[in-house]
């Protein structure tokens, strides 16, 4: 009988206990495998923190928001044990063997994609699901928790229409998406946003302006500007590239190191742009500016029926690849399937929204304004 452990790192987002659920059963009722949990991501491996995930305990958790065993944002070999970061590689890998696990189940995003492959190289059998409402997870068609978070951030671009329409404002609403700009994009279109802006299009604060603008003008008093939260002015993107070719062309790993420092500096003080764009487009367009941050909403919550079955079928393939011995991939969704995508693939990747993507034509179709 297979002994598999299982763990979901990185942010929580729904349809996580889908896939933990889908994973379970079909490995219990199909192979005759038994599970274990372990907390908190990648702390609770090292940790040696575990939770029964016999049939009992995966009951009612289909519809359930978040993750039945907890999250983090942990990494095992840059873990904050006592205040020091240390690499506690070891600790996983003995976890591991303690419980005389035959394969590892890792659900999460980009970050969790890297860890599982760094444990892979540490000798252990890994094998991944792609998470993330920022749908960025590359070589899948998509990641569950996405299309609940486009549902949630549609809605109150919905929702912010009436009362923006009221007071004859502009509303900036910022949208979850921190490199990649799906989020805010779909739900941009989906609700009927005026104006989009997207990580891989900077924008100019002018353009957004003069696009308002031209709806007064036009008779229409108010305005919905959906951003996404790594969205960037051209600006903002060049100092931006800057430091990641500083970045690349270093030599040392002194060099490397503070090169990635002010990049992550950088990306840190960028967290609350939307507060200083709301301020720029009320002075330039003399027009009532509020703004109104989704945040962790988004995350949280029911899933959606496309994401249970997303999280289900991702699931349930992982355990029949399990039972076949399959390891060091990310079980990937393709069309109507799934394939099995080498980790090293995978990891280091970001799926981006290509230029000239359908839904981008779609949206300067129908007169969106994309910033530029
Ligand atoms: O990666 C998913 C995500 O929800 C991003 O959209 C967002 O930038 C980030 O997580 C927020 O992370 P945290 O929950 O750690 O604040």
Request: charged share 25%; aromatic share 4%; hydrophobic share 40%.
């Amino acid at each position: 009988m297979k002994q598999v452990g299982i763990l979901t790192s990185g942010g929580d987002c729904p349809g996580l206990n889908a896939a933990i659920r889908g994973v379970c059963r079909a490995g219990q009722e199909n192979y005759g495998m038994s599970f274990i949990g372990f907390r908190d991501g990648f702390r609770g491996l090292v940790q040696d923190q575990t939770m029964e995930l016999e049939s009992k305990a995966l009951s009612g958790i289909l519809t359930l928001g978040g993750t039945i065993l907890g999250t983090s944002r942990d990494k095992p070999h840059r873990m904050l044990v006592s205040g020091k970061m240390c690499d506690m590689t070891e600790a996983a890998v003995e976890t591991y063997h303690r419980h005389h696990l035959d394969a590892l189940v890792c659900i999460g995003g980009g970050g969790t994609q890297k860890n599982a492959l760094h444990l892979k190289k540490a000798g252990l059998k890994v094998i991944t699901l792609p998470k993330t409402i920022d749908n960025d997870v590359p070589y899948t068609d998509v990641s569950f928790g996405f299309d609940t978070a486009l549902a949630i951030a549609a809605d109150a671009v919905d929702r912010l229409h009436s009362t923006a329409m009221s007071h004859h404002r502009v509303i900036v609403v910022e949208v979850m998406g921190h490199r990649a700009g799906w989020l805010a994009l779909g739900a941009g279109i989906a609700g009927g946003a005026d104006v989009i802006l997207i990580p891989e299009i900077p924008y100019k604060v002018d353009a957004v302006a003069e696009a308002v603008l031209r709806r007064t003008r036009a008779g229409k008093k108010f305005s919905i500007i959906a951003v996404a939260e790594g969205a960037m002015s051209r600006e903002q993107a060049k100092a931006v590239a800057k430091l990641a070719a500083a970045k690349e062309k270093a030599r040392t790993k002194a060099k490397k190191r503070e090169a990635s420092d002010k990049l992550q500096k950088f990306h840190q003080e960028h967290l609350d742009h939307t507060v200083g764009l709301t301020q720029e487009l009320q002075d330039i367009t003399g027009m009532e500016t509020r703004l109104t941050i989704l945040g962790h909403l988004q995350r949280g919550g029911t899933p959606s029926a496309a994401d249970r079955v997303l999280a289900t079928r991702l699931g349930t393939s992982c355990a029949a690849l399990l039972s076949e011995g399959t390891h060091g991939v990310m079980v990937a969704a393709r069309g109507d399937g799934t394939e099995a995508v080498p980790l090293e693939k995978v990891v280091g990747g970001k799926k981006f929204v290509p230029p000239g993507h359908p839904w981008i034509e779609a949206a300067k179709r129908v007169g969106t304004c994309l910033g530029v």
